[in-house]
């Protein structure tokens, strides 16, 4: 349907006039009002109800002759419901509305003079429920079929009676059954319920001239019988079989009886089962378990059956896809569990949806299938990948992994895209014997000094985190907004082995980053702020933009503190230093459990997790370059201070670690080995620090 508007008298007047067009008449329902009268943009009006901030359909300029607006999207969404239309301009106009025949565009034509353009907004109007009445011969509809077949009378034809039978036995014995169905009520066209909608409510009226004191079941048709051409006992060879082939096993609806006068039944789940397509629409089955039936006028009379069906469908639908993890995480192990995925998408696509499957664990993962396929037949129905571990020989720990899922379509609104979702994989190996660490590298963070105004680089690192999807290591420094740096740049990123990447500022939203962890489940960077009391959650493609926060003051934590994430559980670790504790919180921060450190660690301010061992290493500012390894009970189980030996060439002070992360070993024919990298803070306010690499030797540090 377009409806067409007739520019016609040009009048002159205040910007902001406003008229709506009624989509089922294609009749102005009010032509002009002034903004802030009877009809305005607020989402209320006396006539129906607008959406002001809905999707705007068009902003352009209409001059003399014809303009379009595409509400094929309106169209497809409601029946009922119209337009406002929204004019910014000085000169305002009138308009009549019509109707033609096709049905993509709103067009405006030019019935007088317009001296100036005016630039109009057309806003859909809001979805409400819709009820609509089909009854043979009312309003056009002419698509009620009904008939009975009747066992005693088995060659004979009923279907031009102007009453419909039902009994389970008549006089002679025999069962008599009733078939009705009102066709083409589902579709695209005018007077029809859309496919998919939502029905609310559905009834039948009957107008009962005989009722019954039986059970009455109404069946909905498998069989497709309007099309055959013979219509009795013997057309369906014995009648019809309540087989799943001719009509469905099990009734939709079952009345305990039937009453003279009008009878209402409720058959919602039969029309939101068609409206679904689970089955198509081919009618009732009507049964009579007694020898007391009843009898109903049919569509050849004057009180023809009624169908009155309320529904709601839905508005702009939003293309996308919707992954599944089993138990909210993708675990798997060498030798050990799989674990899998499924996909599926949120709305039909236009055209064939390929996702591509990738991984960043090629040598840990195996997964299958690679590519997944999804049409407009298939779209809602979930596609599993299914993941296991390469069992290797290598005493890794546990790693995390990502799968990245890519869309390519035709359909512009799938094409290009993607998520992420994190995989752990726990290793099988077994443990080697202790060895005492090593360091391999030391690298002086002063010197990321490109892109910093103060020149000093990283002079007071405070936390560090690896990403592997960027392979990036990011450092923060939590005194660059003081003396002597007076710098916004804050965070840094590096790769492996040392080598500057890039710096980034994070003082829209942190002034004071004191820890920085990675979240291999969601992909972002969780940054902690000890004088916001919070921790700030950013994207490692864009860390300068703040997406969301954690209140972890709210939860008496007043001294954040570098937090990690458990790779296998989503959960939240962090340190509340000056308090003595760590503290575990789930995923989305709400607090699980407030462990107290022993007391030779005062003032924790650096964390690692050892997934693989349920370990945690701590560094603390005030024991300098030791490093503690303790378990869930805040047990101390080992500790080495082995970067006390490696005094600042700066200010011949020890290390003071306030950052600690478990990442892959810079030495590229490592293979999967890891390192513990840790930043030295250094001197307070001195621009003096350092990152560290510590060779594990695999398993230093286990308990």
């Known amino acids: 349907m377009t409806s067409s508007s007739s520019l016609t ?110 630039s109009s907004t057309f806003l859909a109007a809001a979805a409400s429920e819709i009820t609509i009445s089909f009854q043979q011969n009312v309003g056009g ?38 078939l009705l169905q009102f066709s083409d009520i589902f579709g695209d066209g005018p007077g029809q319920i859309p496919l998919g909608a939502t029905i609310t409510s559905a009834t039948l009226s009957l107008t009962v001239s005989n009722g019954t004191r039986n059970p009455v079941s109404f069946y909905m048709m498998a069989d497709d019988w309007t099309i055959r051409q013979d219509l009795s006992w013997n057309g369906f060879t014995d009648g019809i079989q309540t087989d799943g082939i001719e009509a469905y096993t099990t009734p939709d609806v079952v009345l305990s009886r ?48 009624i169908l009155s069906v309320t529904y709601t469908i839905p508005t702009d639908p939003v293309p996308g896809m919707t992954v599944t993890q089993s138990d909210g995480s993708t675990v798997v192990t060498e030798g050990g569990a799989g674990d899998g995925i499924s996909i599926v998408l949120d709305y039909a696509p236009t055209s064939d949806v390929t996702i591509t499957i990738t991984t960043t664990g090629l040598d840990d993962i195996n997964y299958a299938p690679q590519q997944l396929t999804f049409t407009a037949a298939n ?22 992994f990502s799968l990245s899922l890519t869309a390519t379509s035709l359909d512009t609104a799938y094409d290009g895209m993607h998520t992420n979702v994190g995989v752990s994989v726990i290793d099988n ?28 680089g990283s002079g007071d690192p405070s936390g560090i985190a690896y990403v592997p999807e960027l392979d990036l290591l990011f450092i923060a420094d939590s005194e660059h907004n003081e003396s002597p740096y007076y710098s916004p740049v ?38 902690s702020d000890d004088d916001a009391r919070r921790i700030f959650i950013t994207d490692p493609n864009d860390p300068t933009t703040l997406i969301g926060s954690i209140d972890v003051g709210a939860l008496g934590i007043r001294d954040a503190e570098d937090p990690v994430i458990d790779p296998v559980t989503g959960h939240i670790y962090l340190l509340n230093g000056s308090s003595r504790q760590l503290v575990e919180l789930s995923e989305t921060g709400d607090l699980i459990e407030t462990i107290t450190l022993p007391d030779a660690i005062s003032d924790a301010e650096g964390l690692a997790y050892d997934a693989a061992h349920d370990v945690f290493y701590v560094a603390s500012g005030s024991t300098r370059g030791t490093i503690f390894e303790i378990d869930r009970d805040g047990n101390i189980l080992d500790q080495t201070d082995l970067l006390n030996d490696y005094r600042s060439p700066i200010t011949g002070g020890k290390p003071k670690l306030k950052g600690l992360e478990i990442a892959p070993s810079s030495d590229p024919d490592d293979g999967d080995k890891m390192s513990l990298y840790a930043v030295d803070y250094g001197h307070d306010q001195v621009p003096d620090g350092r990152l560290f690499e510590i060779d594990l030797h695999h398993d230093w540090l286990i308990a």
């Open 379 to 400: 779209w809602q129905t979930a596609q599993t990948v299914t993941l296991s571990a390469i069992d290797d020989a290598l005493t890794e720990g546990t790693e995390s």
């Open 258 to 305: 039937i009453s003279k006068g009008t009878e209402i039944i409720d058959v919602t789940n039969s029309l939101q089962s068609w409206s679904d397509q689970t089955a198509l629409n081919r009618g009732w089955l009507l049964s009579d378990a007694g020898d007391n039936g009843f009898r109903f006028q049919s569509s050849e009379s004057s009180g023809a059956p």
């Open 490 to 527: 804050n965070l840094f990123a590096t790769r492996l082995d040392g080598t500057f990447v890039a710096s980034f500022s994070l003082q829209s939203y942190s002034d004071e980053p004191t820890g920085v962890a990675y979240n291999p489940f969601n992909g972002l960077l969780y940054i």
């Open 141 to 178: 509809y002419v698509g009620t079929i009904d008939t009975f077949l009747r066992e005693s009378r088995p060659g004979n034809s009923y279907d031009t009676k102007p009453y419909i039978d039902v009994d389970g036995a008549d006089k002679r014995g025999g069962e008599i059954q009733g």
């Open 9 to 118: 008298d040009e009048t002159r007047g205040s910007a902001g006039l406003h008229g709506l067009i009624d989509g089922r008449t294609g009749q102005s329902i009010r032509s002009l009002a002034p903004s802030g009268d009877d009809t305005q943009d607020d989402g209320q009006s006396d006539t129906g109800w607008v959406y002001p901030t809905s999707v705007v359909r068009a902003n352009t300029l209409f001059t003399e002759g014809s303009g379009f607006v595409d509400v094929k999207r309106d169209l497809q969404s409601w029946q009922d419901f119209g337009w406002l239309h929204s004019g910014n301009g000085g000169d305002i106009w009138n308009f009549q509305a019509s109707r033609s025949a096709d049905d993509s565009n709103l067009s405006v034509l030019d019935g007088g003079s317009l001296s100036t353009a005016l």
């Open 429 to 456: 190996d077994a443990t080697q014997l202790p060895l005492s660490p090593a360091v391999i590298a030391i690298h002086d963070t002063t010197q990321y000094s490109a892109g910093d105004p103060s020149g000093y």
